[in-house]
């Protein structure tokens, strides 16, 4: 519904598939923002790692020190460096995040790596743009995006592109977060909230964004014994509950080929 309300997607939705993630940073957020921060947002903010330790724990003082509806969503702001899509408000801070669903980084620099100030990568300019809306805030940049995606363009902080020194830069995956979601939703959540969060990761679900955790839950379930197999021999087995070819080789009338682990053979009755 905030894709559409702020023209990301036309009236008719012929543009759809061009803007499958301004739907998706439309629809996750806009739901999380009618939840008290401390019983949505707070909880997958949380899950932001940023490049060294001070941040981190100065990324967590400062959720802890939120709560209720007092921020600000401002979905895709313009400016001169582009529009993020999405600005978080705070009294004293302000989060920029980046969302990506099935693409990467929009624009990047060719050749050696430039100043942030300089450079055309979409996150030194939001990096830039974040510092440039500072005044007397603090200001975080964030890259949300699913884990290979993030991944990669994790590894290249420092080495394909830098941002601003002013501006810590976090990153979190999808899967993380419907990681949490599953977590927030206690048996003893009701009314809204519990409608809420279960949308946002029914959600996340529909777009393959949930983590494949293997088999882990289906072995707990099963219940395996540990005691040895006694082989009887083949006298215990019924012959006739063996499933044998159709065709019947007659020795003295035919010739056939067989395998050995020695190789093919040949077999004639003459």
């Known amino acids: 519904m905030i894709s559409e309300i702020k023209g990301k997607i036309s009236s008719t939705g012929s543009n759809l598939s061009d803007r499958l993630e301004d739907k998706l940073t439309g629809d996750f957020f806009g739901a999380l923002r009618y939840l008290p921060f401390e019983q949505g947002l ?105 884990f290979p995606i993030q991944n990669l363009v994790q590894q290249g902080i420092g080495i394909d592109f830098n941002i601003a020194s002013s501006v810590p830069m976090g990153f979190i995956n999808w899967e993380d977060i419907h990681t949490k979601l599953v977590k927030m939703e206690s048996p003893t959540l009701e009314g809204t909230p519990k409608y809420i969060l279960s949308d946002v990761r029914e959600l996340l679900e529909v777009k393959g964004l949930k983590r494949f955790n293997g088999f882990e839950n289906l072995l707990e379930e099963v219940n395996i014994h540990y005691s040895p197999y006694k082989y009887e021999g083949l006298k215990t087995i019924s012959k006739s509950s063996w499933a044998w070819p159709d065709y019947q080789f007659e020795e003295e009338n035919n010739a056939y080929v067989y395998h050995t682990n020695k190789g093919w053979k040949y077999h004639s009755s003459n």
């Open 42 to 146: 707070k909880g997958i903010l949380e899950e932001v790692e940023f490049t060294n330790a001070v941040e981190n724990e100065e990324w967590v003082q400062f959720l802890n020190r939120q709560s209720g509806f007092d921020l600000d969503y401002r979905f895709w702001p313009r400016h001169s460096k582009g529009e993020i899509d999405l600005l978080l408000e705070f009294e004293d801070t302000l989060v920029g995040i980046e969302v990506k669903y099935r693409s990467g980084i929009s624009s990047e620099d060719s050749g050696e790596i430039v100043s942030y100030d300089q450079s055309l990568h979409q996150l030194s300019k939001y990096s830039h743009m974040m510092e440039s809306l500072a005044n007397t805030k603090r200001t975080y940049l964030i890259f949300l995006a699913p």
